[in-house]
């Protein structure tokens, strides 16, 4: 076994290993940070040269941490929690600084985004990033700093808080809903081919697996846009129907369950003043707005 002697840890050594150790490949991490694959590669070896131990291995399938590596990037992730803390309180205790959120798009853009913009007017030194993505994002590599997701976690060391439960149904112009209450077969709005494993693209697929899709978007804001334009019924969460003009509910017998909304944190970062202040607003915010969801 080498013995390596230890020398002082660089902190930009520690944070393009925290980049590695997320992202798993040079390539990536070379652009999570905008630098060369030679600067990852030299603050690696200045890392392990630094603390005496060998972090990673490089294999076919990408750079893999060895225990002692492991071991490292825990320690790393609790340095970047801590350095993150600095400055982000004002001098009278008040939020300051950058939160990131990630939702999912019809959450962002028919429900978040119109709260959270409360947020920088009532605190003015708290700044918001609200992310969409129809993926879970990992908040282990620092992609998000709270995550509002629909059904219940499986991350591993997270605090998870329960948002309350969102129900849907299906959602129509009055002309077309009396089209279908006549006798028509529904002629639905859905998603595209891309989030087909979508859980409500799939319910849909195995309830009506004969009925036309006329119109096909992405997320459920854009689908109700088309709705409202008469291209078919469109199965929505009720926080979004309810309050879309020109549609009506329309009763086909048959919804799918409610699915829970969940809260995410990372557990170093429950005593971040400006993460707390977002989350504890965003649980007021879904408590105060639990009606639009409920069946």
Known sequence: MVDRKRTAVDWEDVRVFL?????????????ALSVTHATISRRIQSLEDSVGEKLVERRPEGYVLTPAGTRALVAAGDME???????????DGAPKGLVRINAS???AL??????LAELPTVHPGLDIDLATDMRSISLDRHQADIAVRLGAPKDGDVIAKPLGVMA???????????????????????FDEENADIPDAAWLARHFPRSRVAFRAGHQVA??????????????????????????????????????????????????VPIRTVAE?????????????EA
């Not at 929690?81 to 001098?91: Q, Y």
């Not at 028919?110 to 709260?115: E, K, S, W």
């Not at 408590?287 to 969801?293: E, G, I, P, Y």
């Open 105 to 107: 798009p019809a959450l």
């Open 19 to 31: 980049a590695l150790g997320r992202h798993g490949s040079l390539s990536a991490a070379a652009r």
């Open 281 to 293: 607003f965003l649980e007021q915010v879904f408590a105060d707005q639990r009606v639009l969801f």
């Open 168 to 190: 849907s149904g299906f959602y129509g112009t009055a002309a077309v809903c009396e089209t279908v209450a006549a006798g028509a077969e529904p002629v639905f709005v859905g």
């Open 81 to 91: 929690a801590a350095a993150l803390t600095f400055g982000r309180n004002g001098d």
């Open 110 to 115: 028919g429900f978040l985004i119109a709260r």
């Open 223 to 272: 689908q109700a846009t088309a709705a409202r334009a008469g291209a078919g019924l469109v199965l929505l969460p009720h926080y979004i129907g309810r309050r879309m003009p020109d549609l009506q509910p329309f009763d086909l017998g048959r919804v799918p369950e409610p699915r829970e909304i969940w809260m995410l944190i990372r557990r170093q970062d429950r005593r971040d």
